[in-house]
């Protein structure tokens, strides 16, 4: 069955970095479009970055300019690159198989001193 699991959250500084990582498996993972997503409370999951299963990428512009996305198509795994973090950063960031159902469990990420 697919499942999706993130790691990489936890707490860090304002003006930190974290990697974020998403395994996958149970579909062919090299011809879905990834994405990440995130989730503050009370506000509906938004879109932070995605990337096509050529390698083409976009973001919201919330992340233009401090975050990547990438994906290693062997390793069945799509990463985000957070820099320059801020506070409004803060949410449960979760990845998805573009066309799939499915989620996984997130990871939070909480920006804060």
């Known amino acids: 069955q697919v499942q999706l699991v993130e790691s990489g959250g936890g707490l860090v500084e304002p003006g930190g970095s974290l990697r974020l990582s998403c395994a996958a498996s149970g579909f062919i993972f ?37 975050f990547t996305i990438s994906r290693d198509n062997p390793k ?13 950063d803060t949410a449960v960031y979760y990845c998805r198989a573009e066309g799939l159902v499915h ?9 804060s001193s």
């Open 30 to 66: 090299s011809i879905y479009d990834m994405a990440w997503y995130r989730q503050s409370p009370g506000e509906q999951r938004e879109l932070v970055a995605r990337i096509s299963f050529k390698g083409s990428t976009n973001y919201a512009d919330s992340a233009k300019g401090r």
């Open 76 to 88: 069945k795994t799509v990463y985000l690159q957070m820099n320059s973090l801020k506070p409004e």
């Open 103 to 111: 989620w996984g469990q997130g990871t939070q990420v909480t920006v």
